[in-house]
């Protein structure tokens, strides 16, 4: 063989070689999860609180809050999945939090100084208008509440702006989770 054909098929494998470098490098590898492109058809939401699989999930636009529920997995025994509205649409970007259902001590009602009784609100499950009614609860700091629920404990509290102590203690006979 002389050098003109040597150097001709070394040409020949190195091009094979590098189409198969090529060929692996863009087709059989994976691609890293932060370097996912999304399709337009897809939206992200975040489901937390009483659910069995909380995180984060991937559907098609258009779904419904019902199949991110069933994706995770459904409610938790103390969920109170009446208080959503199953057949709303999901956003991209959207958090859901699945409220529980409203736990009832033994002896659910309290005394307020004038002959009426007071429930126990939830913070995981109560709406807006049922905070805004506990002392010093305005309608701002209700949706506040809301915001950040799930709660696991009522010092939770704490992660909204002016809340300290002495607030939480005045609301620890009147709230649950």
């Known amino acids: 063989m002389s050098n003109n054909q040597l150097t ?8 094979f070689i590098g189409g198969l470098c090529y060929f692996y490098n863009h087709y059989l590898t994976p691609t890293p999860a932060n370097e996912i492109i ?3 058809d897809e939206i992200i ?20 809050l019902l199949d991110v529920v069933a994706l995770a997995g459904g409610g938790t025994e103390a969920a109170n999945l009446s208080e959503l509205n199953l057949a709303e649409g999901l956003k991209d970007g959207q958090k859901i939090a ?25 913070l995981n499950s109560a709406l807006l208008e049922e ?6 609860i305005g309608k701002k700091t209700a949706e506040k509440i809301i915001q950040n629920r799930p709660y696991r404990s009522i010092d939770d509290l704490k992660k909204i702006p002016r809340f300290g102590e002495k607030r939480i203690d ?8």
């Open 98 to 122: 699945v409220p529980e259902k409203t736990r009832k001590p033994v002896g659910n009602t309290l005394p307020s100084g004038k002959n009426e009784k007071s429930t126990i609100v939830s």
């Open 38 to 40: 999304f399709a337009n």
């Open 131 to 136: 905070l805004d009614k506990l002392p010093g």
């Open 45 to 64: 939401v975040h489901i937390c609180g009483a659910i069995r699989k909380a995180g984060v999930y991937r559907l098609k636009r258009g779904s419904r």
């Open 8 to 15: 001709i098929y070394g040409l020949i494998v190195a091009l």
């Open 170 to 177: 005045e609301l620890k006979d009147k709230v649950s989770l």
